[in-house]
């Protein structure tokens, strides 16, 4: 079992940027970004393949950049441009269809308008 631990959340106002952090405590392949707004379902919102290819939801595409370290089993999320509507809690996680691994605590982002 891989344990995930999320971190680099924060308070930003529009406009602003952060960088989100998933380590993993073993080898991991494809990977992917979820989060979750208050009241809502967990959303997908971005990809990165276990050799570097990417996919976003339509919400984030253009804004944010996925990418990963395999030396260090991390996988990074640059958020730019942020909006109010980005306001969740962000987790980490195999891609929906694959084995998903217990959820981790996630790290809350809250855009200010």
């Known amino acids: 079992q891989v344990r995930l631990v999320e971190s680099g959340g924060g308070l930003v106002e529009t406009g602003g940027s952060l960088r989100l952090s998933c380590v993993a405590s073993?080898?991991?392949?494809?990977m992917a970004w979820y989060r979750q707004a208050p009241g809502k379902q967990r959303d997908m919102i971005a990809i990165?393949?276990?050799?570097?290819?990417?996919r976003y939801g339509d919400s984030v595409k253009g804004r944010f950049t996925i990418s990963r370290d395999n030396a260090k089993n991390t996988v990074y999320l640059q958020m730019n441009a942020l909006k109010p509507e980005d306001t969740a809690v962000y987790y980490c996680?195999?891609?929906?269809?694959?084995?998903?691994?217990?959820w981790g605590k996630g790290t809350q982002v809250t855009v200010s308008s």
């Open positions: 073993g080898n991991i392949n494809d």
């Open positions: 990165i393949s276990g050799s570097g290819s990417t």
């Open positions: 996680n195999a891609p929906y269809g694959r084995y998903l691994w217990d």
